[in-house]
C-alpha cells in the first residue's frame, strides 16, 4: 500500500483580510500579543466581506489570527535563529522560537474581539492586543477556545513570563506634545500606549548591553516618537507628525 503523505502539495493560500494597526513600521512593535492594549481592525478583503463569513463570531472574546509576515518574506528563512529574549547571544532552532524568519512565514496570534462592524462598506473585526504591523495580510481567523487552548501547566521555554518593563519618562516637550496629538487623533489613552509600547524595550538585545546615547524613533498611528536610554529608564524626547 502507498502513502501519498510525503507528497508536494498545492495550495492557493490569499489573504481573507488585512490587519490594520497604529504600528506604522516593524521597530517597536510588542514581540507578542496581549502586551500593549491598543485597538485596531481585521478588514475583511472583497472576496470574503460577508456578513455570513463572521456569522456568530461576537460570541467568542478572543480570536486566533494567522497571518503572513510579509515584510520579512524576501529575505527567506534560517535553520537557527538569536532569540531576543537570550540577549541575542544563543542560538536556537526556528522551529523552537517565535522568529518572523521562518519556512512559509506564517504567524499566529491571539487578540481580544469587540465588535463587528462596517467601516466604509468594509467587514471590520475591531480587536486589540494585537503585535502585527499595518497592512498584515491575514492567512485565516479562528476562534480561540479556551478549554482545548489555554493549556494548565504548559511550559514557556525560554519565555516563561511577560518581559521585564522598563520605567518611560517624558521631558516638558513631549508631555506638550503628547496632549496636543491626543486630541488631534482623538486617542485619549495616547500617552498609555506609548508607554506600554516603550515600556517593552525595543531596541535589539545587542544595544542593551552597552551604553547606548542613540536617539530612536518609533511610528505609532500618525506621528513619530523620538527616545533615548538614560541609564535604566526611556525618555521621550519628542513627538512629530509622521512626515510623508
Ligand atoms: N505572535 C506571533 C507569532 O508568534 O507568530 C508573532 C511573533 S513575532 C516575534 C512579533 C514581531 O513580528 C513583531 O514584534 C514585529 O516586529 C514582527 N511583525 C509583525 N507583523 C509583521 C509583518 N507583517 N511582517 C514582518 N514582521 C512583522
Not at 490587519?19 to 517597536?28: A, D, E, L, N, V
Not at 456578513?51 to 518574506?73: K, M, P, T
Amino acid at each position: 500500500m502507498t502513502t501519498h503523505s510525503d507528497q508536494p502539495f498545492q495550495s492557493d493560500i490569499e489573504a481573507v483580510a488585512i490587519c490594520r494597526t497604529p504600528y506604522k513600521q516593524k521597530f517597536g512593535i510588542p514581540r507578542q500579543p496581549g502586551l500593549v492594549n491598543v485597538k485596531g481592525w481585521v478588514e475583511l478583503t472583497p472576496k470574503f466581506n460577508q456578513l455570513d463569513a463572521v456569522r456568530g463570531i461576537e460570541q467568542y472574546s478572543h480570536l486566533w489570527l494567522l497571518f503572513c509576515f510579509h515584510e520579512n518574506l524576501a529575505q527567506g528563512w534560517k535553520n537557527t535563529v538569536r532569540p531576543p529574549r537570550l540577549g541575542g547571544n544563543e542560538k536556537l532552532g526556528v522551529f523552537a522560537t517565535r522568529s518572523t524568519f521562518r519556512p512559509n512565514g506564517i504567524g499566529q496570534s491571539v487578540v481580544k474581539l469587540h465588535s463587528v462592524v462596517r467601516r466604509n462598506g468594509k467587514i471590520c473585526l475591531e480587536i486589540s492586543g494585537m503585535d502585527l504591523l499595518d497592512g498584515t495580510p491575514i492567512i485565516d481567523i479562528k476562534p480561540y477556545i479556551p478549554f482545548s487552548d489555554a493549556i494548565d501547566n504548559a511550559t514557556g521555554g525560554i519565555a516563561q513570563s511577560a518581559p521585564e518593563l522598563i520605567e518611560v519618562q517624558y521631558s516638558s516637550l513631549a508631555e506638550t506634545q503628547v496632549l496636543a496629538h491626543s486630541k488631534a487623533l482623538d486617542i485619549s489613552h495616547l500617552q498609555q500606549v506609548i508607554t506600554d509600547v516603550l515600556a517593552q524595550d525595543p531596541r535589539p538585545a545587542y544595544k542593551k548591553a552597552k551604553v547606548d546615547l542613540k536617539i530612536y524613533q518609533v511610528a505609532l498611528f500618525d506621528i513619530d516618537v523620538f527616545w533615548r536610554v538614560n541609564d535604566k529608564t526611556i525618555e521621550v524626547i519628542e513627538i512629530k507628525p509622521t512626515s510623508v
